[in-house]
């Protein structure tokens, strides 16, 4: 069955530079999410969509944005990027009428040098 | 306010016998409950849910939760472990709030899980 895609996997930046990643969802699924895992931490939510607008904000950065297209795929833009945001970056995708299972990506991970 | 917490932050057992991990949660309506696995370098997979019915739920790999509203509780359990669920454990609860007028997930702390041989 098709899984949730992130790309990059793998993604070295530097401070103050930007770096845009990208989610798929599994298709058909409605909804997109995405969250932080920083090393040793629990996946804190950053921001979700449903139907292409924005449904729910956590704890993102005013440096990050996203957006949802019409064919669902989501990116998450972080600007001015920090030391503090290396961290794996998951995207989840659900579909409301399934209960709102979230089913994760396999992450993308991200170092800022 | 919501709030997920998972007491361990470390659980050994040995291979073939009955593993829990614990998970209690406060909510202020009626949650959806959800129990992830996490393997090193991965991202996090569906183990089962909570949303209504009976309060005995049964997911993959052998594993089910039991939901104790008095208790407010959903600890993860499995009759006989394996060492292949050495993994992270997270618990999750989605509820109604009001600070976006949306619901939100919000994670345990998670608990890692060593199943020896």
């Known amino acids: 069955a098709a899984g949730v895609i992130q790309s990059p996997r793998h993604l070295i930046k530097e401070k103050r530079e930007t770096a845009t990643l990208k989610c798929y969802p599994i298709?058909?699924?409605?909804?997109v999410y995405w969250y932080q895992q920083g090393p040793g931490q629990d996946p804190q939510f950053l921001i979700s969509?449903?139907?292409?607008?924005?449904?729910d904000k956590g704890s993102i950065p005013d440096r990050f944005s996203a957006q949802q297209f019409s064919d669902y795929h989501s990116e998450l833009n972080m600007s001015s990027l920090e030391l503090g945001d290396s961290a794996l970056y998951f995207c989840?995708?659900?579909?409301?009428?399934?209960?709102?299972?979230?089913?994760f990506g396999p992450g993308t991970r991200l170092l800022v040098l | 306010a919501q709030s997920v917490a998972q007491p361990e932050d470390q659980v050994n057992v040995a291979e073939g016998n009955p593993l829990t991990v614990k998970c209690t949660y406060s909510?202020?309506?009626?949650?959806?409950l959800f129990w992830y696995v996490q393997y090193p370098n991965r991202g996090l997979q569906f183990l089962l849910k909570?949303?209504?019915?009976?309060?005995l739920v049964k997911g993959s790999y052998g594993f089910e939760a039991e939901f104790n509203k008095s208790q407010t509780s959903f600890h993860l359990k499995k009759p006989s472990a394996l060492v292949s669920d050495s993994a992270l454990y997270f618990c999750?609860?989605?509820?109604?709030?009001?600070?976006?007028?949306?619901?939100?997930?919000?994670f345990g702390a998670g608990t890692r899980l060593f199943v020896k041989a």
């Open positions: 989840a995708s659900s579909l409301v009428e399934g209960g709102e299972t979230q089913y």
């Open positions: 999750a609860v989605r509820d109604y709030y009001t600070g976006a007028g949306g619901f939100k997930t919000i």
């Open positions: 298709p058909r699924h409605d909804t």
């Open positions: 909570y949303i209504t019915g009976d309060n």
């Open positions: 909510v202020s309506g009626n949650p959806y």
């Open positions: 969509f449903y139907e292409k607008m924005q449904s």
